[in-house]
């Protein structure tokens, strides 16, 4: 089955690779699932399916965990997604998820400055001052080195690692059969949307490999705090950034986990909880642009409490729709109306069939239950982690940007509280929620959004008469179609394939079985062991049919369990 997906051999070293570290991780049963052992022994490879291995005494995510972190950059990269889809994955592997480290062995400094030569037309060294060969960090994408320029000022380099696209696409290439394979033979799922999680994540990891793409974003969210002198976003030098490297400067201030250098330079934590909160508040619900991975390592804390945020190769994107829908669920969860948040979960269920009295009365209860609690006693992370665990009970998935935003927001509070322990986001939300309310019905807003109604209705009436014309030229021609797309009709043709070949072997089975009797009662003919040798070939063949036929129900059967 995977061998007949598999379109080039080039990737078939690869799939080895990852086959044998699920085995080894105790996961041989996916693997035999999704029909990767038949690629392998065409191959020529043997598998050792009960290989023992103190890693299955671990629970699944965890092992799973380790796995993705021994399949290397692509697939920890699709684990820091997964870990966003807390609509999709219960806490025990959105926990494990969140363990998965953006850290890789450092390239040697020798292949760094070959692709920097290459990149840049000349020795780095020749364009700056200093450039420090011990590495910043090394993570799984890229490598940062530490450079000063002729001008004096410091910056940082970051370097794609070598090869790294090659590895990436064959990557690529395999996930994006394996979800086909998933979706298609698993029923159990099917839910998860495998191809659309794989999708998302082609697009998220291309975008991250253009190191420029990472400095325009900084360009932008830049732009959007040119008001703020709290926030500080690092100044990007454009005549040394391309898709493989990129230049930018470099930050001197706290880390983000070392709260200890927080106290020791005699910062306000409660101002920094604020500032940093009200920062990512903005970029959500006013600005659409978001950093999506607020986490502690991409910060830094600098004197006069002001914070500096880096590393914007992950960003997320809300359109104007999407920010109503963020702000109604929230104004609803924080104001109790039940009725509000049931309308924002049916627009996110599209056309997934939900029972919506049922899902109507949990969240009725959902929402009472924090009736009469003061505002500053809500916590929005539980709220939203009890919200996404209802979505999961109703098999609802949240539409991907949504699902990012939101564990953005968890992050956030998180770090807010690890700072301040009486940090509430409840107050620091409740204004950035009134504005985007009221913003929606100022005059303006309203005049612009009725401007564009009659826009939208002067077009559909200017083009209906040539609609009309083209519609009945069609019928008179001939020419007009319907399509009815009946759902799963595809699977249930493969399926009556499946069983009326079964029924053809069925009845030559039954004529070889009935002939090779006939045969055995006529004398004359060549014997074998004194009986007729067509006779026994006709009864070999019919066992051999009837084994075959036998293994095939038993296969669909394990199949569709």
């Given at each position: 089955?995977?061998?007949?997906?598999?379109?080039?051999?080039?990737?078939?070293?690869?799939?080895?690779?990852?086959?044998?570290?699920?085995?080894?991780?105790?996961?041989?049963?996916?693997?035999?699932?999704?029909?990767?052992?038949?690629?392998?022994?065409?191959?020529?490879?043997?598998?050792?399916?009960?290989?023992?291995?103190?890693?299955?005494?671990?629970?699944?995510?965890?092992?799973?965990?380790?796995?993705?972190?021994?399949?290397?950059?692509?697939?920890?990269?699709?684990?820091?997604?997964?870990?966003?889809?807390?609509?999709?994955?219960?806490?025990?592997?959105?926990?494990?998820?969140?363990?998965?480290?953006?850290?890789?062995?450092?390239?040697?400094?020798?292949?760094?400055?070959?692709?920097?030569?290459?990149?840049?037309?000349?020795?780095?060294?020749?364009?700056?001052?200093?450039?420090?060969?011990?590495?910043?960090?090394?993570?799984?994408?890229?490598?940062?080195?530490?450079?000063?320029?002729?001008?004096?000022?410091?910056?940082?380099?970051?370097?794609?690692?070598?090869?790294?696209?090659?590895?990436?696409?064959?990557?690529?290439?395999?996930?994006?059969?394996?979800?086909?394979?998933?979706?298609?033979?698993?029923?159990?799922?099917?839910?998860?949307?495998?191809?659309?999680?794989?999708?998302?994540?082609?697009?998220?990891?291309?975008?991250?490999?253009?190191?420029?793409?990472?400095?325009?974003?900084?360009?932008?969210?830049?732009?959007?705090?040119?008001?703020?002198?709290?926030?500080?976003i690092p100044k990007v030098y454009w005549p040394w950034c391309g898709e493989r490297m990129n230049v930018q400067q470099y930050i001197d201030g706290i880390p983000g986990r070392h709260l200890e250098a927080v106290d020791a330079a005699a910062l306000d934590r409660k101002v920094l909880?604020?500032?940093?909160?009200?920062?990512?508040?903005?970029?959500?619900?006013?600005?659409?642009?978001?950093?999506?991975?607020?986490?502690?390592?991409?910060?830094?804390?600098?004197?006069?409490?002001?914070?500096?945020?880096?590393?914007?190769?992950?960003?997320?994107?809300?359109?104007?729709?999407?920010?109503?829908?963020?702000?109604?669920?929230?104004?609803?969860?924080?104001?109790?109306?039940?009725?509000?948040?049931?309308?924002?979960?049916?627009?996110?269920?599209?056309?997934?069939?939900?029972?919506?009295?049922?899902?109507?009365?949990?969240?009725?209860?959902?929402?009472?239950?924090?009736?009469?609690?003061?505002?500053?006693?809500?916590?929005?992370?539980?709220?939203?982690?009890?919200?996404?665990?209802?979505?999961?009970?109703?098999?609802?998935?949240?539409?991907?940007?949504?699902?990012?935003?939101?564990?953005?927001?968890?992050?956030?509070?998180?770090?807010?509280?690890?700072?301040?322990?009486?940090?509430?986001?409840?107050?620091?939300?409740?204004?950035?929620?009134?504005?985007?309310?009221?913003?929606?019905?100022?005059?303006?807003?309203?005049?612009?959004?009725?401007?564009?109604?009659?826009?939208?209705?002067?077009?559909?009436?200017?083009?209906?008469?040539?609609?009309?014309?083209?519609?009945?030229?069609?019928?008179?021609?001939?020419?007009?179609?319907?399509?009815?797309?009946?759902?799963?009709?595809?699977?249930?043709?493969?399926?009556?394939?499946?069983?009326?070949?079964?029924?053809?072997?069925?009845?030559?089975?039954?004529?070889?079985?009935?002939?090779?009797?006939?045969?055995?009662?006529?004398?004359?003919?060549?014997?074998?062991?004194?009986?007729?040798?067509?006779?026994?070939?006709?009864?070999?063949?019919?066992?051999?049919?009837?084994?075959?036929?036998?293994?095939?129900?038993?296969?669909?059967?394990?199949?569709?369990?």
């Open positions: 089955m995977f061998w007949e997906t598999l379109s080039a051999a080039r990737d078939l070293g690869r799939l080895h690779d990852i086959a044998s570290i699920l085995i080894r991780h105790g996961f041989g049963d996916m693997v035999r699932r999704l029909g990767m052992e038949g690629a392998l022994e065409s191959a020529g490879k043997v598998l050792h399916w009960n290989r023992a291995s103190e890693l299955v005494r671990l629970e699944p995510p965890a092992r799973f965990r380790r796995a993705l972190e021994e399949m290397g950059p692509t697939f920890i990269k699709l684990g820091q997604i997964l870990a966003t889809r807390v609509d999709l994955f219960s806490p025990e592997w959105i926990s494990e998820f969140e363990k998965l480290q953006d850290h890789a062995p450092t390239v040697a400094f020798d292949e760094i400055c070959q692709q920097l030569e290459e990149d840049l037309g000349c020795a780095p060294q020749t364009l700056f001052a200093e450039l420090d060969p011990e590495p910043l960090a090394a993570a799984s994408i890229a490598q940062v080195h530490w450079a000063r320029l002729e001008d004096g000022s410091a910056v940082v380099i970051k370097v794609r690692r070598p090869g790294i696209r090659s590895t990436v696409e064959a990557d690529l290439r395999l996930l994006s059969r394996l979800a086909e394979i998933i979706e298609a033979e698993v029923v159990s799922f099917r839910r998860f949307k495998p191809r659309e999680v794989v999708r998302q994540f082609t697009l998220s990891l291309r975008r991250e490999l253009d190191l420029a793409a990472e400095c325009r974003n900084a360009e932008r969210i830049a732009r959007n705090f040119s008001q703020h002198p709290e926030i500080v909880a604020r500032q940093g909160a009200e920062a990512v508040l903005k970029m959500m619900l006013e600005d659409g642009f978001f950093h999506a991975d607020p986490h502690p390592g991409n910060l830094f804390y600098l004197p006069e409490n002001r914070i500096a945020f880096i590393d914007f190769g992950m960003v997320g994107r809300l359109p104007t729709h999407r920010r109503d829908q963020i702000v109604n669920l929230l104004h609803g969860l924080v104001e109790q109306d039940a009725e509000r948040v049931v309308e924002v979960l049916l627009d996110w269920a599209a056309d997934v069939p939900v029972d919506t009295e049922t899902l109507t009365l949990e969240i009725e209860g959902f929402v009472d239950q924090y009736h009469g609690v003061p505002l500053k006693n809500l916590n929005l992370s539980a709220m939203l982690g009890e919200l996404t665990a209802l979505l999961r009970e109703h098999s609802l998935n949240l539409p991907p940007d949504l699902a990012l935003l939101i564990k953005a927001f968890v992050t956030l509070e998180g770090m807010g509280q690890q700072l301040d322990p009486d940090f509430d986001m409840v107050a620091v939300a409740a204004p950035f929620l009134r504005r985007a309310m009221l913003s929606r019905y100022a005059p303006e807003a309203l005049a612009k959004r009725g401007w564009r109604a009659v826009a939208s209705t002067a077009d559909l009436l200017i083009g209906l008469p040539q609609d009309l014309r083209q519609l009945l030229r069609s019928a008179r021609s001939g020419r007009l179609q319907l399509h009815v797309d009946v759902t799963r009709l595809k699977t249930f043709g493969n399926q009556l394939d499946r069983a009326a070949s079964r029924i053809a072997v069925g009845n030559v089975i039954a004529a070889l079985i009935i002939g090779s009797s006939i045969v055995m009662t006529i004398k004359g003919g060549p014997t074998l062991l004194g009986l007729p040798l067509f006779g026994l070939l006709g009864f070999v063949g019919a066992t051999v049919g009837a084994i075959w036929l036998l293994f095939s129900i038993w296969r669909s059967g394990k199949r569709d369990g």
